[in-house]
T-cell receptor, first 114, second 106 residues
Framework: DAGVIQSPRHEVTEMGQEVTLRCKPI?????LFWYRQTMMRGLELLIY????????DSGMPEDRFSAKMPNASFSTLKIQPSEPRDSAVYFC????????????FGPGTRLTVL | GIQVEQSPPDLILQEGANSTLRCNFS?????LQWFHQNPWGQLINLFY???GTKQNGRLSATTVATERYSLLYISSSQTTDSGVYFC????????FGAGTRLTVKP
């Protein structure tokens, strides 16, 4: 299996622009997770889907952030409008079962908002 | 929410040395994973170990869930072991510790 695939790997944008990050989970995995890593806050869970349904979005920082999973093989994390404090590495992960099962991470998207 | 503390925060070793990294957590957990974040930023799964002991080559891990801690052992360290080691626990959500930054010198 190719593992979790994320695109783009790097994104540089200007404040106020819309940013869309993409993730393809491991085939057959039922849960998908979005994380953010910053120097200040470390790794944080933003949102988690099970069978394409959002289960817990309590980690989403504010209304500017939204995530969708239209099917079992694709998810997006959108930031609109973006701000410099959104600069971080965003990871997507997937697991076979639910939150407590082993999670496998993608390579991450490094976002820089100028 | 659950608190996750890792120690030491930084560790510098000479190649060939052994080390023990610790992860303490403040509540019962359903899952515990150890990851290695390499210098390129990739998070690599090391162990999925909610309880018990596992070994994989030079690495092994032990989780004592009743006492709320896990240990990661690295034996005969190599320069490629450098990076940040994270433990992550699942209670109501997934929480990562702050990590142990390991530097292995040749």
């Amino acid at each position: 299996d190719a593992g979790v695939i994320q695109s783009p790997r790097h994104e540089v944008t200007e404040m106020g622009q819309e940013v869309t990050l993409r993730c393809k989970p491991i085939s057959g995995h039922n849960s998908l997770f979005w994380y953010r890593q910053t120097m200040m806050r470390g790794l944080e869970l933003l949102i988690y889907f099970n069978n394409n349904v959002p289960i817990d979005d309590s980690g989403m920082p504010e209304d500017r952030f939204s995530a969708k999973m239209p099917n079992a093989s694709f998810s997006t994390l959108k930031i609109q409008p973006s701000e410099p404090r959104d600069s971080a590495v965003y990871f997507c992960a997937s697991s076979l079962g639910r939150l407590k099962d082993e999670q496998f991470f993608g390579p991450g998207t490094r976002l820089t908002v100028l | 929410g659950i608190q996750v503390e890792q120690s030491p925060p930084d560790l510098i070793l000479q190649e060939g040395a052994n080390s023990t990294l610790r992860c303490n957590f403040s509540d019962s957990v359903n899952n515990l994973q150890w990851f290695h974040q390499n210098p390129w930023g990739q998070l690599i799964n090391l162990f999925y170990i909610p309880s018990g002991t596992k070994q994989n080559g030079r690495l092994s891990a032990t989780t004592v869930a009743t006492e709320r801690y896990s240990l990661l052992y690295i034996s005969s360290s190599q320069t490629t072991d450098s990076g940040v080691y994270f433990c992550a626990v699942v209670n109501n959500d997934m929480r990562f510790g702050a990590g142990t930054r390991l530097t292995v010198k040749p």
